[in-house]
């Protein structure tokens, strides 16, 4: 009997330092589930994964339809301008007027500055207000010692200065360099365009020093004149254009 009571003792001692191992140490089978990594199923990644979000113009969608609505478009200009029918005269005329246009990169410019600030520049820009403030008002300069030798109804467009030889030509006013290079009938030219949708042609000069989509300040240089016939003087043709139409430009210049 008592052979049994001390078998049972030891029994429960056995099973009591078992127990206070068990409390002083962490169990083997968690530390092995904190070790093991976890691996998800297909579906339960798209749960439990954040999805990376696309910016709506690179959506793949979006890019189709804009593709497929630029093709419609260009098939539709193309059917309108291939077709005889006059019933799509007006249509047309419309098309041509549109395409024909130039766009107003100084007015997109000056909305650009009102809206949101001077871009930033590489390098300082030491001119004040006060310095374009000209262009601003709407005036135009006329380069020192010019003086006017072929009124506007010479040939309807522009007028012909007279300066000292080898003079340089500057800006009349603020604005975007949307031409540089030859016409036909005035040589050597550069067109500006202003914020004001007009526009300010200097040609029969020797040189330009501009290129197209050069932004320009009042009063910079944009080329030199070009010699006369006898070489005693220095010319150049100035034209002035508002809403598609050539206007005097003494009427816009200021000649003080």
Known sequence: MSHRVNKIRKRIEKRRRANNRAM???????????????????????????????????????????????????????????????????????????????????????????????????????????????AKEGDYALPVGAKISEGFSHDGRGVMFQTESAAEVTAAADGVVIFSGKKEDIGQTVIIQHSDHTESWYGKMDQAAVKPHEHVKSGQVIGAVSSSEDGNYGEYYFAFKKEDEFIDPIQVMDLD
């Open 24 to 134: 002083e140490k962490p169990n083997e089978y968690m530390l092995d589930k904190l070790d093991t990594p976890t691996y998800y199923s297909d579906d339960e990644k798209n749960i439990f994964e954040p999805k990376t979000t696309i910016h709506p113009l690179w959506r793949k969608e979006i890019f189709m339809l804009k593709l497929l609505l630029s093709i419609a478009l260009i098939l539709v200009v193309g059917i309108l301008f291939q077709s005889p029918s006059p019933v799509f005269d007006d249509t047309r005329s419309i098309v041509k007027k549109a395409m024909g246009k130039e766009f107003q990169f100084a007015a997109v410019a000056n909305w650009y500055e009102n809206q949101f600030g001077k871009p930033l520049s590489l390098f300082p820009n030491d001119k004040k207000d006060s310095d374009i403030q000209l």
